[in-house]
């Protein structure tokens, strides 16, 4: 804000103090105009199903960028087949940038991979330290030309990791998404913006790998919009949306994983905003389509949602619509009439 900006709007405000009691400020000579709506969307009876759909299909549409974009770059044993193309593509970018010979300061690798079905993914290294392998201060781009895993997939668009830590466990840094966009079969997650991320991983005596991302949406929020046959729509989380993702994958046994989301997001096809808050986490088999376990609250203007995970089948919408602290009705849903795809 200038100060001239500032300045005006000081004056005009203590104007409006002065003539509060004659013709109001801003409304003309009828006392006033109306209050502008509330930022926060009201949660009804009528559209309790909209809010669990949207609040759902951001767990989706977030979950699918962190696969591709975070865990992609990092390296990680989980994710996409996508994701599995990009972490073959780094490990030959860094061998480039680790095998000597020309070496100067601030260089640039450069590694392009094809991709199984058709496209490429290019992987740009700036070692800006000259250390010949990923370290803070360096900047990972990935750009994902038509790459497709199969006939039906398609990822397109870039990633540009900024790293703050590096070490084979863990990696934080700033996440650029610039028109990622991943589509399978007739459905599609697109992702615009940034958010400070940190990726770590562990192994037990067992075999059992647990990875774990964190996010966090910086001031220039993040965007992200979905698109099925039977749904569409496009969710901004504001500055300091959080995410937590956990994967648990035993070696002889079947895995797991669990989603956390917190902060506020606007929900363009209701053109409102609603608070997430998760506890405990929602938490899904890695050979089920739906949860299992968990319980996400949406706040909205002076009501509140519920929405709990009672098994794979079904879902549990409990509705506070007057803010009173009771939840005064309880619907139950099929997942699959919230996440129709």
């Avoid at 497709?148 to 703050?164: M, P, Y």
């Avoid at 496009?234 to 989301?261: E, H, I, K, Q």
Wanted: aromatic share 6%; glycine share 10%.
């Amino acid at each position: 804000m200038t100060r001239y900006l500032a300045l005006d709007r000081t004056l005009r405000a203590a104007a409006c103090l002065g003539a509060i009691l004659a013709a109001g400020c801003g409304g003309g000579g009828d006392g006033g105009g109306s209050p502008p709506p509330p930022e926060l969307l009201q949660i009804t009876a009528g559209n309790q199903v909209a809010v669990a759909r949207a609040t759902a299909a951001n767990f989706v549409s977030l979950g699918s960028v962190n696969d591709v974009g975070i865990v992609g770059s990092s390296g990680a044993q989980r994710g996409s087949a996508v994701a599995g193309a990009a972490k073959h593509a780094l490990g030959k970018a860094m061998a480039v940038a680790r095998s000597g010979g020309s070496l100067r300061p601030l260089a640039t690798y450069t590694v392009t991979e094809d991709c199984p079905a058709g496209g490429s993914i290019s992987i740009t290294i700036d070692d800006r330290d000259n250390s010949g392998t990923a370290s803070a201060g360096d900047v990972l781009t990935m750009a994902f030309t038509d790459c497709r895993d199969s006939a039906s997939s398609l990822i397109k668009g870039g990633v540009t990791a900024s790293l703050a830590t590096v070490s084979d466990t863990q990696m934080t840094g700033l996440f650029t998404f610039s028109q990622l966009t991943l589509v399978e079969g007739s459905e599609s997650v697109s992702a615009n913006g940034q958010a400070n991320a940190t990726y770590s991983e562990a192994t037990d005596a067992a075999g059992t790998m647990t990875a774990r991302t964190t996010i966090s949406v910086t001031a220039a929020g993040l965007v992200t919009s979905i698109s099925t046959p039977g749904y569409s729509d496009t969710f901004t989380n504001d500055p300091d949306f959080s995410a937590v993702w956990t994967d648990v994958m035993p070696r002889n046994a079947p895995g797991y994983s669990t989603s956390a989301l917190a902060g506020r997001m606007h929900i363009a096809s209701l053109n409102g905003k609603i608070i997430l808050a998760t506890d405990p986490p929602v938490h899904v088999w890695s050979a089920e389509q739906y949860p299992d376990s968990g319980v996400i609250l949406a706040t909205g203007y002076q009501s509140k949602l519920r929405l709990t995970a009672v098994n794979t089948q079904t879902a549990r919408l409990e509705l506070d619509a007057n803010n009173d602290g009771a939840f005064e009705s309880t619907r139950d849903v099929a997942w699959n009439e919230l996440l129709p795809y």
